[in-house]
């Protein structure tokens, strides 16, 4: 059972007010084809956020250990979330994203892998720029411009999507896919801050 536009309509009735979160370039998200979304990584109410502000639906991957929790392994797969192993080559992981992209959905990912402590855009890990090589898909930068404090202000950016086509065409690594990815998000953390 599908539960992604009621958890949706949820989270838009409780954190766009609390947060008063105002959504930057949505116009900018492609319509449609395949996407995929970078996205800063500063709370565990990203993926909410994101899900959110975003105008299609969002697949997330997200990390193994939530689907053992009692509620959200009930939860997570009917919100659009698949598991993926941190730290290993996770085979079904990137056969699930890399499907999902060529198939013209939206797959969510915060390239830093964990969240920033600092609040600071970390270090970009090679995943995102292979998915970004291999998927076949427009990679859409966002910046999530908090602190997530009640009723102060909460920016989320949609940057212009970034096409891999260049880089694909040279065969560009993946450092450099994920490198090119991270600037993106950086510049609208500066721009918009």
Known sequence: MNLYPLGKALCTAVLKPFYRIKVIGQEN???EQGVLLCTNHID????PVVGLTAPRPVHFM???ELFQLPVLKAVLPN???FPVKRGLSDRQ???KALELLRS???VGMFPEGTRSKTGELGKGLTGA????LKGDALVMPCAIIGPYRPFKQLKVVYGEPIDMTPMRERKASAEEATEAIMD??????EKNS
Do not use: S
């Open 93 to 95: 992981a990137i056969r």
């Open 62 to 64: 997200a990390k193994e």
């Open 29 to 31: 998200f492609p319509k």
């Open 129 to 132: 720029g292979f998915f970004a």
């Open 104 to 106: 013209g959905q939206v």
């Open 44 to 47: 565990n109410l990203d993926p």
């Open 184 to 189: 993106a998000i950086q510049m609208l953390i």
């Open 79 to 81: 919100v659009n979330a």
